[in-house]
């Protein structure tokens, strides 16, 4: 963080200061307070950070961020509400910087277009990116609390459960890009219909400064069809042929995927990515029009997403006995499972085996869903389904109907994990996919210890 007086955190968020100090970093977690830092007592659903500040203190904290008064000896600034100002601190400390800020949603694959995008803005700039899952309302200050005097750039993934929250952290990341990867149906329980989520989707023009450009995914209906009114608009695709960015030439092999990006209407750059599936061509294709409207070359940027690594439990693949393992468990959804689904058809394989687990937060769709699910594995040729949880016996009683080979539902992981290991063969490919609840890591760990 770059270094900033008390007093003046104080003007910036409407407070009141006790005394002076220098601050360099933010902490809302007291338990991990560093000196220099001021600490934020937010208060959550089970807890009150507020309760913890004289421990942040005692940890080395210099100062405390508080709303009510607390029992504690040391500096602070008093506001009306903490959370509050973290965001307005943190779209303070944002406008302390003139630098190209890219900030990006989506209901599926942000995480990974995030990722790509920063490996190909740091090839030209110093970059500073959204890490882990810090994307809502707390996070994200957070992100742009980190901000050097040293950076050049930043990354902000903005996640969403609701309307009128991507409004909220556009205004305080104010962007330089935007991009909208997809319109899925992630958020079906809480907006309703696909037309809604668009709307939410959206919202990240409300902070894009004036002028600037928003990237979208050309062959996206629901985003093509948008109407972007004062904005420069860029489509990037792969069935378009109007897209501004266009992959073409698409070679999968077993780790890796080359394609090339015809742009300028003749132009073209080809790029290797180190992963597989035509999801991250799209994902790919994003960062790379990013990196072209911030004076990236296109070289750079084919050598950014070159060096792009996995992160999370993201088709992270690894290769056991012989066996290859895909997990990919972070997250999913009907829209990320297909295109999952899809990535194993191609993996090159004596028998390609699917383990899905329950997709969560789909409301009225999702019995249709997990169903649906079934059938794709029918249709990409999966010669081994094991599902997991409640929702999944519809896929798994899909599947049998479709006539996938080999199917088993189960409700116990260290059963699943048991039959996983009597099934598996070297020269196999497998897939983990579930949403991040049923935390489907827990059966791939037990495979690992079982057959390492």
């Known amino acids: 963080m770059k270094t900033m007086k008390l007093s003046e955190i104080a003007a910036a968020v409407g407070g009141t200061a006790s005394g002076e100090a220098e601050i360099n970093g933010v902490c809302i977690d007291s338990r991990i307070a560093r000196p220099g830092e001021i600490y934020i007592a937010i208060k959550g659903e089970r807890f009150d950070g507020h309760d913890f500040t004289q421990s942040a203190l005692s940890n080395g904290a210099v100062a405390a961020m508080i709303s009510h008064d607390v029992d504690c000896d040391g500096l602070f600034v008093k506001v009306d509400d903490t959370a509050k100002a973290l965001r307005q601190l943190a779209n303070y400390m944002r406008n302390r910087f003139d630098i190209p800020v890219v900030g990006l949603t989506g209901s599926v694959g942000k995480t990974t277009t995030k990722e790509m995008t920063a490996a190909v803005l740091s090839e030209k700039y110093n970059t500073l990116k959204t890490e882990g899952n810090l994307n809502n309302n707390i996070g994200l200050p957070r992100t742009l609390l980190r901000l050097e005097n040293d950076t050049e750039a930043a990354v902000i993934e903005m996640g969403m459960s609701n309307r009128g929250e991507i409004s909220e952290l556009s205004h305080i990341t104010e962007p330089t890009v935007a991009i909208i990867s997809n319109i899925g149906v992630s958020h079906m329980e809480t907006l309703g219909s696909r037309e809604n989520i668009l709307k939410a989707k959206l919202e990240i023009l409300d902070g894009l400064r004036e002028g600037c450009p928003i990237i979208l995914n050309g062959d996206d209906p629901y985003l093509m069809s948008a109407n972007i009114e004062n904005r420069p608009v860029y489509y990037y695709g792969i069935d378009s042929s109007d897209c501004d960015y266009r ?184 897939l983990f996919k579930a949403s991040r609840g049923m935390a489907l890591e827990d059966v791939i760990n037990a495979v690992y210890e079982k057959i390492k």
Do not use: W
């Not at 066996?323 to 990535?343: G, H, K, T, V, W």
């Not at 249709?379 to 997991?388: A, G, S």
């Open 247 to 430: 992959a073409t030439d698409i070679v999968q092999l077993d780790d890796e995927t080359s394609f090339t990006v015809v742009f300028d209407k003749d132009k073209s750059q080809r790029v290797t990515i180190p992963t597989v599936g035509i999801h991250n061509v799209y994902n790919a294709l994003a960062a790379f029009a990013a990196g072209m409207q911030l004076s990236v070359t296109p070289e750079q940027a084919a050598e950014g997403l070159k060096k792009y690594v996995p992160s999370g439990m993201r088709q992270r693949i690894n290769i056991v006995n012989g066996i290859r393992f895909i997990e990919d468990c972070y997250n999913a959804s009907p829209d990320s499972q297909r295109a999952a689904l899809r990535m194993l058809s191609g993996v090159r394989a004596n028998r390609r085996i699917a383990v899905l687990g329950d997709m969560l937060e789909l409301g009225s769709i999702s019995d249709e869903a997990h169903r649906n699910a079934g059938l794709l594995a029918s249709k990409n040729h999966i010669d081994i389904l094991f599902t997991y949880g409640e929702k999944s016996v519809l896929t798994a009683n899909k599947a049998v109907e479709c006539g996938v080979p080999t199917v088993k539902s189960f409700l116990d992981k260290e059963k699943l994990a048991d039959e996983l290991v009597t099934t598996l063969k070297t020269g196999d490919a497998v």
